[in-house]
């Protein structure tokens, strides 16, 4: 399986928060009377989303995710008897559930712990040779390339990718990606790896040069407890239009009808669906309007720190008209956080 997969609700709504400019308040002629607004801003992202919601988040049995175990799901499909260890077979969780169809039936895959086991495995961390000291002697030894243009195996050559984030973080102020990096470095789980791996051998190099700069290698066995699962598979739909209504029932939240809004207001969702849309408190009636149908009520109080969650971003799919949105809102106060 493949750890560096993402998150796939996610990586939408990233894409969408950066690099988008933020359009002026009142440009779409909805400001508000009186004096110049000083509270928060409010701004208003929508990114439509393509096809239907099947076509986002139900796989072909044929043609499942890559990171997903397809041993796993062979045998549950076929109601036989299999665990995994470590890993979600299909990295499926209450909140991200995962469908396949099969022969025209829908399914919905998930997992259940059904034992914990204790693995003893390798775990390489590297350490910058020039943050040694002057007295740091590397025997002469000569540093082997740990890059994908080097000698090492494949299986060191992730390693020593993966274990090089720890060690560039240690006394930086930035981090590492946590669901790679394990105790400080990286954990050879995989037996197949273990055996070609030339860093866990006996008499194994002892330094890396990778990205320019120079590791001393040190390896340590380490004891892991491990859960153990049971992938599940539960038939759900026999129909796309039945398995339509379960997503919108999972993933969508306001559904608003075009024809209910003003046209200030459906003018606003145009905005917001190009680029983005901003107003400072208090805002619009149109603005105010919107607010309420996409059921974003506390941003429309003026204390919206406090009622809208601390100020926290807010990102939810929603219904407009026969679209689906996934709509993202972001409050910027006075100096523009």
Known sequence: MDELASSRRRLLVGALAGGIGAAAAGCLGTESDGDAADGPELRLSLSRVDGSLRDRYVHSRDDPPEEWDE??????????????????????????????????????????????VAETYPVLRLFDVDDEGSGSDDGGESAVDGGEEGDLPQADQRAVHIAHFAARSRGDAGGYPVGLVERGGYAYRNETARGESALLADGGPERVAYRDTTYRVEIERERFHEAVYRPIAEAVAES??????????????????????????????????????????????????????????????????????????????????????????????????
């Open 240 to 337: 796309p239009e039945r398995m339509e209504a379960i997503l919108r029932a999972t993933f969508v939240g306001p559904r608003v009808a075009p024809d209910d809004l003003s046209a200030e207001s459906r003018r606003i969702v145009e905005q917001a669906d190009m680029e983005e849309y901003a107003e400072t408190h208090p805002y619009s009636d149109a603005y105010v309007e919107l607010l309420r149908a996409i059921d974003a009520r506390p941003f429309i109080d003026g204390n919206v720190r406090k009622d809208a969650g601390v100020g926290e971003d807010r990102e939810e799919m929603i219904r407009y008209g026969d679209d689906y949105y996934e709509r993202y809102l972001r409050i910027l106060d006075e100096e523009g956080n």
């Open 71 to 116: 041993a796993a799901l062979n045998a549950v499909l076929a109601g036989e008897s299999y665990t995994t260890q470590h890993r979600k077979p299909f990295f499926a969780s209450p909140d991200d559930p995962a469908y396949v169809l099969r022969d025209g039936t829908y399914h919905r895959l998930g997992s259940v712990v059904v034992d914990e």
